[in-house]
T-cell receptor
Framework: EPEVTQTPSHQVTQMGQEVILRCVPI?????FYWYRQILGQKVEFLVS????????KSEIFDDQFSVERPDGSNFTLKIRSTKLEDSAMYFC?????????FGAGTRLSVL | GNSVTQMEGPVTLSEEAFLTINCTYT??????LFWYVQYPGEGLQLLLK?????DKGSNKGFEATYRKETTSFHLEKGSVQVSDSAVYFC????????????FGKGTKLTVNP
């Protein structure tokens, strides 16, 4: 069964460093998403991406964040200068209709 | 705004016990409602969904009915198994132009043999 894959599963970084989280969505899907879950809190929407541009973003998704689809298969989330409060599980999702399929997540730890 | 309130966990049950995880929502219009499940070390998997009032979603013995009058979508299973141990998330998708899913906080279920 097709699945969304995310790498790495765990990323440790120093505060102020840039990180790139990677995702390979399901191949025929056209909509892509990033969500995050801070430990003990809700899964929160960050951004959606369609037709090579951001279609919706939350207030969390500020100038520190960017997304890119650099080729036909990858979808990345970049955090330019990480803060302690960026520590969270980051989930990528993709969809063809209104059902979103999620990856296993990347746990980001900012020290 | 749209929101989902989910029963606080953790929930611990014995095998073959009855499960209910409560979920209520606040939304304008008529959202689609979902239950996702996250097994240890895995991603969020769609468990079941309902797209309109009185729809019942079902999968793997789990059921949830979209109740507009009580704005609820409670998850139930008649007889849980150890393999059902996971975190369960209630979510809504508002069909008024937003693409995002709005999630509840998640309920951790542990089933003991």
């Amino acid at each position: 069964e097709p699945e969304v894959t995310q790498t790495p599963s765990h990323q440790v970084t120093q505060m102020g460093q840039e990180v790139i989280l990677r995702c390979v969505p399901i191949s025929n899907h056209l909509y892509f998403y990033w969500y995050r879950q801070i430990l003990g809190q809700k899964v929160e929407f960050l951004v959606s991406f369609y037709n090579n541009e951001i279609s919706e973003k939350s207030e969390i998704f500020d100038d520190q964040f960017s997304v890119e689809r650099p080729d036909g298969s990858n979808f990345t989330l970049k955090i330019r200068s990480t803060k302690l409060e960026d520590s969270a599980m980051y989930f990528c999702a993709s969809s063809e209709t209104n059902i979103q399929y999620f990856g296993a997540g990347t746990r980001l730890s900012v020290l | 705004g749209n929101s989902v309130t989910q029963m606080e966990g953790p929930v611990t049950l014995s095998e073959e016990a009855f499960l209910t995880i409560n979920c209520t929502y606040t939304a304008t219009g008529y959202p689609s409602l979902f239950w996702y499940v996250q097994y240890p070390g895995e991603g969020l998997q769609l468990l079941l969904k309902a797209t309109k009032a009185d729809d019942k979603g079902s999968n793997k013995g789990f059921e949830a009915t979209y109740r507009k009058e009580t704005t609820s979508f409670h998850l139930e299973k008649g007889s849980v198994q150890v393999s059902d141990s996971a975190v369960y998330f209630c979510a809504l998708h508002w069909q008024g132009g937003s693409e995002k899913l709005v999630f509840g906080k998640g309920t951790k279920l542990t089933v003991n043999p």
